[in-house]
């Protein structure tokens, strides 16, 4: 054969790429700058990397188990491959098709956030000082020299950061006794630079969500955000959720400072990502300001997460960490910092603290309630007398994770769905108006909240087979399942469809968000009625429908307009430390005031989790408004 | 030729090693266990590693230029060799006696040093603690828990150190809830382990002179000094004296890396040794303090040096620095400290800082003077009101170098010189008793002086050639020489003599000492009358005749008595700095208070120069009892 010929084709992209031996399909679409999606980290588990071997089926390796078991007979008789499990066994010519729906689409990102207005008060701040120069009549040194001038010119008592006084000779004078001073909280000489560079000073907030890591590049001068990078988290390759990294950590030799290495990795590109932007230099970033949760935090510094995982899920770290870029091994000046927010427990973290003081919920007079929904959903609950935190093992089930036509809500997803109670019609609204490919977060609930309202859905759950329904039927594995999307309409050449399975997914993950917010309540000795606000955090806190989600019982039963949206808190909470370190103060405060409630010592723990398994709740008095609420169109 | 008979046979060792092309004859016998002097770093300059080939010259290099520069026709007719440039050309039997100057003694040590007793506050302290364990009815965090220990058992209001955390958890837990945290300076938790271990705490003192490195392992629970080590300066080689290595720092690239490195590394060998002499781990090794001249300070910090050299030679840095182990390449306990002394000037150090805190002159109410003498001496005067500090030039002539039988306090060196006025006659003593194979700095000072009260020597510095006086005779080079010790004394074949070279050198150095003398007391406005004491550091200070120093006018006037020998009282200074955080707070008030005074830059200067070379100088009236004291027997 040709060996020109021995290629990789993707389709309908038109690109190819040498057919390596050994290489997966996914490794080579990589090659060839074809985007897959693959949330499982090539485990082969998440079933999101489908692909159509076209030709050239003979030269790749068998299917094997994990393909099997997710792709059941479609693998053999449909030519149907996990890109991230089928490998060139011979080197050939090979035509892949990538279905729309394993195609990476271009994810949503939630950036912004309400951020409340606050004075630029950055820990990092460039003074000028112009320099008396050294001569025989004056013959001090030259960090005396340097202090003395800072003291005179700016006010400032301050000591030189160690490794700093190497380049206080040089920086001094370069550019004839001119030079500027960076100071670390007004005490620290952290940078000298030859001349005039007050108007070079950068700082990146950084949120690791144990899905996605989003990262800001804020100019500390005008406190303004100017670019933006996310990824997934390059950690989910060893464990999708943050339990299975845990143990992953225990398991594996090394397994801890592996995962630390890709986090750091992973963030260290995301500001390659952002200095290239905008034509910033590495050494212009001063100060790192990262939040996460307790399992991240402590994964990103390299402290063992192992005792969060087991009772009394006791976190290692509370108190805000400020360490070395080298320490933790970031690419960024030498000298600058690292800093986290404080946690408050072993699942409530550095994440809440920053949703808490973006959400202004601290200073409320009235009840408020600030729910971050996530893979682990924190929860904090109070006013400015009392604050209560918990966090509830959602799962990833509204990441689209274990729901069979579950994606994240990126291009062609489907995220808002409607039914005419009367005449059932089905209404979509898709990611970008692109065709159907899945379904996300927001367009589930809605989706079971309306099949509820219907009346097509009982309230353990159930879909109901009113027979004059067209869009509910039996499913190939037994059950009923609701049809969202017909093929026709998908492109995709199948139905999205939601099943019994799905359903229940949500159910868990909805009753363990109630639980939570039933038992901080309690704690606070108040009901829904008394909760003036709701601060829905989260990218999907923001998408979902208030409406459907009080509906299907997963939000306290309050009036919509209660539901304020504050997007992606974290990440604001972050930013705003990065420009202030009152809000670094303020952060170290709440984490030392809230109250933690660790929920499964919680006596009503079981009880509460099986009354909130229902649609909307076992006890109805708990939502008296059920139904009333309409989806917003 | 028989393979096993291509070996370097070294005389009157015994011992042999491989004979491997392009060695050199110092590394073979390096490689066979054999010890030759070499004080230039194997530049070829020194001239000390002299070796004769007995047999097989043929299988070695020619004689380069340095060695035809410093060995004559002597490499040439006796087959007299530098070791260090001799290289294997072919592999052969080659027979090499090592004369016994060339043999490297065991040099002595002056290990101890005046230390005044104060009360142990070291640093860093070891604290037991009893923690309650984490519980789901307590569910504070690790850091907080351990925090809460520390404030409530041992009154401390503590941060911890950012790389601590990792290693909390583990440590807390593995011993059933007891462990020790090191604290540093009661507010920074540097260390958590398992269990007691508040036995084991130990420090380093480094004194790093520009020719030799010294290493104090010290007991920080007892402040005892358990084991001393010493090796020369590893930075020898690129360059003897500080100027030669500051310019090397200039010239090369990375030239002041390397010499960072290199101490560095001398430093963390010293380190093992100590730790294996006494098996202490290097995670014992909390702490270490250097102290050394401001060049050497720099050099070890990784500061550039170079202003140092050049006027208005203004130091990098005065302040104390601490520093983090991993920031200069210790290798110790991890997150343990690197401290040093201030400096006061460029040429007035750390370690002159250290001789002050030692000798309590800052504490005299009358006039006291403190001197050091080293290649750089470094010259404190003054009392507790006021102290004026200046650095001399004096150049490594009393080391032994650039004098033609000058050699270290090593085995065989002639230390005391006495001569008869009368008879004429010449006795002897040399370290160790051992026969004479050369001079160092106390003997040639006692010679000069005693030439000089025999009346063989004039005030210039010449030689008086008296012709009833056999030991003063011809040199061959021209002018005369005084022949220290007789061929037949010294079992090396040859004469030791001192030349009118030899005598030059010596007046230069102490002139630039006196130099230095005399302008501290002109500026206090005191006599030689008004010095109540002379502190006299350093290890030639210790052992050169303190009536003799003052007779070739080195040391000011005073009666002997004055003279207060305080050995290597920058090693003390360390010591005490080590063992008491008041001495650093002590030294770092003096670097403060006293006053530099740059020699060059005072008008006077070149006069007294001048005055000061006479022996004992040209203005008797500074020496009014010249000639009345007789040196020690």
Not at 37 to 45: L, N, P, Q, T, V
Request: glycine content about 10%; overall charge positive.
């Amino acid at each position: 054969m040709d060996l020109a010929e021995q290629h990789v084709h993707f389709q309908p992209f038109g690109r190819k790429t040498e057919a390596k031996k050994g290489k997966t399909l996914l490794q080579l679409a990589n090659d060839a700058g074809v985007s897959i999606e693959s949330i499982c980290g090539s485990a082969g588990k998440c079933g999101k990397c489908k692909v159509v071997v076209r030709s050239g089926a003979f030269a790749l390796s068998a299917p094997n188990e994990s393909e099997l078991k997710i792709l059941g007979d479609s693998a053999r008789v449909s030519n149907v491959r996990l890109a991230c499990q089928a490998t060139i066994r011979t080197p050939s010519r090979i035509v892949i098709e990538v279905p729309e729906e394993s195609r990476r689409g271009h994810h949503r990102l939630l950036a912004a956030g309400v951020e409340p207005k606050r004075v630029l008060k950055p820990a990092m701040k460039k003074v000028l000082l112009k320099i008396p120069p050294a001569t025989l009549k004056d013959l001090r040194a030259d960090d005396d020299r340097l202090l003395d001038a800072l003291g005179k010119q700016a006010s400032a008592r301050a000591s030189i950061h160690p490794g700093v006084h190497a380049h206080i000779p040089g920086a001094m004078r370069e550019k004839g006794w001119v030079a500027t001073v960076t100071l670390y909280r007004g005490r620290e000489v952290i940078k000298v630079e030859p001349g005039d560079t007050t108007n070079d000073s950068f700082g990146v907030a950084a949120d690791i969500g144990t899905t996605k890591v989003v990262a800001y590049l804020i100019d500390l001068r005008s406190g303004e955000t100017v670019a933006t990078e996310s990824m997934p988290n390059p950690q989910i390759p060893f464990g999708e959720d943050l339990m299975s990294r845990i143990s992953y950590t225990v398991r594996e030799k090394d397994g801890a400072q592996k995962l630390q290495a890709v986090i750091v990795e992973g963030l260290n590109s995301l500001i390659s990502r952002l200095c290239e932007q905008k034509g910033v230099e590495h050494e212009s970033i001063l100060e790192v300001i990262v939040v996460g949760n307790t399992a991240m935090h402590h994964l990103f510094f390299g402290i063992p997460a192992q005792h969060v995982a087991a009772a009394p899920y006791a976190p290692a770290v509370r108190t805000s960490l400020t360490t070395s870029p080298e320490h933790v091994g970031m690419r960024m000046y030498r000298f600058g910092k690292v800093s986290s927010l404080p946690n408050i427990a072993g699942f409530v973290g550095a994440d809440a603290v920053a949703d808490l003081v973006s959400s202004g919920l601290y200073n409320d007079k009235k009840i408020g309630m600030m729910i971050d929904i996530g893979t682990n959903t924190e929860i904090i609950a109070g006013n400015e007398k009392r604050l209560l935190s918990c966090s509830c093992a959602s799962g990833p089930a509204f990441e689209g994770a274990h729901i069979r036509f579950g994606m994240r809500a990126a291009t062609g997803a489907i995220e808002r769905v409607w039914i005419d109670p009367v005449t059932k019609d089905v209404r979509l609204r898709t990611v970008d108006d692109a065709p159907p490919r899945g379904i996300c977060g927001s367009g589930i609930v809605d989706a079971i909240s309306e099949l509820s309202r219907a009346g097509l859905l009982d309230a353990s759950g159930r879909l109901v087979d009113t027979r004059d329904m067209k869009d509910v039927r039996k499913a190939k594995a037994g059950g009923l399942e609701f049809v969202v999307a017909r093929s026709k309409d998908t492109g995709m050449g199948e139905d999205i469809t939601i099943g019994q399975h799905d359903i229940q997914e949500i159910q868990l993950a909805k009753a363990a968000i109630f639980t939570g917010v039933s038992i901080l309540m309690a704690k606070l000795n108040v009901g829904c009625s008394n909760i003036a606000r709701v601060y829905a955090a989260g990218a999907f806190g923001t998408y979902v429908d208030a409406a459907s989600a009080i509906n299907i019982g997963m939000y306290p039963d309050v009036p919509v307009e209660r539901i304020r949206f504050i997007g992606n808190a974290a990440g604001s909470g972050a930013r705003m430390a990065l420009k202030s370190t009152d809000a670094r103060d303020l952060a170290e405060s709440l984490s030392r005031k809230v109250e933690y409630v660790e929920l499964a010592a919680e006596p009503g723990f079981q009880n509460e989790f099986a009354q909130a398994m229902f649609l909307p709740h076992r006890d109805l008095s708990r939502f008296p408004n059920h139904g009333k609420a309409k989806p917003r169109q």
